[in-house]
């Protein structure tokens, strides 16, 4: 196992240079390697070590956090120690170091933490609404998202070279987890809409300067109209949880659904927007 990481290889684990990640991804990250540092500390621990990750999990699921937060923060920090093992050993060693840390695993979902919510799920009128009150360049990218189902990252990251014209349809190829590519459609009068709005050179959605808009202040944007308007608080993929619940409603085409929304596999799909429930007439 590595060795005990003291200053100043503290702060190589903490933010290793391998990262390539955005500013809100590195700051959560960070936030939870400090604290399995700390934790290392004060339970004489050593920092990298599997027995000591096993604790930290083990200590988080102790103070009743949501499974997948406590998976969320393994998985950051696991993260941290392979990008220090990268600038410590080199990647062909750190990889060969990496696959200790299979054995540390990650918390069980129940079906239940996998489930997005019934109530969490927007309506075409409220979804409206929320575009009838937004700036006009915000109502695209709302526009957009809930039309698409696709990821406030994939929207923004979409270019121009990757957008072919169809007799019935804009065709988009977008790039998602995984570095996965599928095809998603956008009627042309939305498209036209959004090309006459933002007039981009590189990018579908482009700032002034020619550059991608920033994944953060966007979804802070859609986070305070929703509680301003709706009165409750809705995020960017609320928009992609949005269209595949409601596809999957008026279609029941789970596989087509999963497919088009770029899950690894169906099950995926089923877990998280399959909400039917028996009715007590179907009981008894």
Same mark, same amino acid.
């Given at each position: 196992?590595?060795?005990?990481?003291?200053?100043?290889?503290?702060?190589?684990?903490?933010? &290793? &240079?391998?990262?390539?990640?955005? !500013?809100? @991804?590195?700051?959560?990250?960070? @936030?939870?390697?400090?604290?399995?540092?700390?934790?290392?500390?004060?339970?004489?621990?050593?920092?990298?070590?599997?027995?000591?990750?096993?604790?930290?999990?083990?200590?988080?699921?102790?103070?009743?956090?949501? &499974?997948?937060?406590?998976?969320?923060?393994?998985?950051?920090?696991?993260?941290?120690?392979?990008?220090?093992?990268?600038?410590?050993?080199?990647?062909?060693?750190?990889?060969?170091?990496?696959?200790?840390?299979?054995?540390?695993?990650?918390?069980?979902?129940?079906?239940?933490?996998?489930?997005?919510?019934?109530?969490?799920?927007?309506?075409?009128?409220?979804?409206? $609404?929320?575009?009838?009150?937004?700036? &006009?360049?915000?109502?695209?990218?709302? !526009?957009?998202?809930?039309?698409?189902?696709?990821?406030?990252?994939?929207?923004?990251?979409? $270019?121009?070279?990757?957008?072919?014209?169809?007799?019935?349809?804009?065709?988009?190829?977008?790039?998602?987890?995984?570095?996965?590519?599928?095809?998603?459609?956008?009627?042309?009068?939305?498209?036209?809409?959004?090309?006459?709005?933002?007039?981009?050179?590189?990018?579908?959605?482009? !700032?002034?300067?020619?550059?991608?808009?920033?994944?953060?202040?966007?979804?802070?944007?859609?986070?305070?109209?929703?509680?301003?308007?709706?009165?409750?608080?809705?995020?960017?993929?609320?928009?992609?949880?949005?269209?595949?619940?409601?596809?999957?409603?008026?279609?029941?085409?789970?596989?087509?659904?999963?497919?088009?929304?770029?899950?690894?596999?169906?099950?995926?799909?089923?877990?998280?927007? !399959?909400?039917?429930?028996?009715?007590?007439?179907?009981?008894?």
């Amino acid at each position: 196992m590595i060795q005990t990481l003291e200053t100043p290889n503290e702060t190589l684990f903490v933010a &290793p &240079p391998s990262e390539n990640m955005s !500013t809100a @991804s590195i700051t959560a990250y960070r @936030s939870d390697r400090v604290g399995y540092l700390k934790f290392c500390r004060n339970q004489g621990l050593a920092l990298g070590d599997t027995s000591s990750l096993e604790a930290y999990r083990d200590a988080l699921m102790g103070a009743s956090l949501r &499974p997948t937060t406590v998976n969320r923060k393994l998985y950051g920090i696991k993260k941290g120690i392979f990008g220090y093992l990268i600038a410590t050993y080199g990647k062909e060693k750190a990889e060969v170091l990496k696959l200790a840390y299979r054995s540390v695993k990650a918390v069980k979902l129940s079906i239940n933490e996998k489930v997005v919510r019934p109530e969490a799920i927007l309506s075409e009128e409220e979804i409206q $609404k929320l575009v009838s009150a937004a700036d &006009p360049k915000t109502a695209l990218i709302i !526009t957009f998202l809930s039309k698409t189902g696709c990821r406030i990252s994939e929207a923004l990251n979409l $270019k121009l070279d990757d957008i072919r014209e169809t007799d019935d349809a804009m065709e988009l190829t977008v790039i998602g987890k995984g570095m996965r590519a599928r095809t998603v459609f956008l009627s042309k009068s939305d498209y036209e809409m959004i090309r006459n709005t933002f007039n981009g050179q590189t990018y579908l959605f482009e !700032t002034i300067h020619g550059n991608r808009y920033d994944k953060v202040n966007i979804s802070k944007k859609i986070w305070k109209l929703s509680q301003a308007v709706l009165g409750r608080h809705s995020s960017a993929h609320t928009f992609r949880h949005s269209f595949a619940t409601n596809k999957i409603r008026e279609t029941r085409k789970i596989q087509a659904v999963s497919q088009y929304l770029g899950h690894a596999s169906v099950s995926i799909t089923l877990d998280m927007y !399959t909400h039917e429930t028996f009715s007590l007439n179907e009981l008894l």
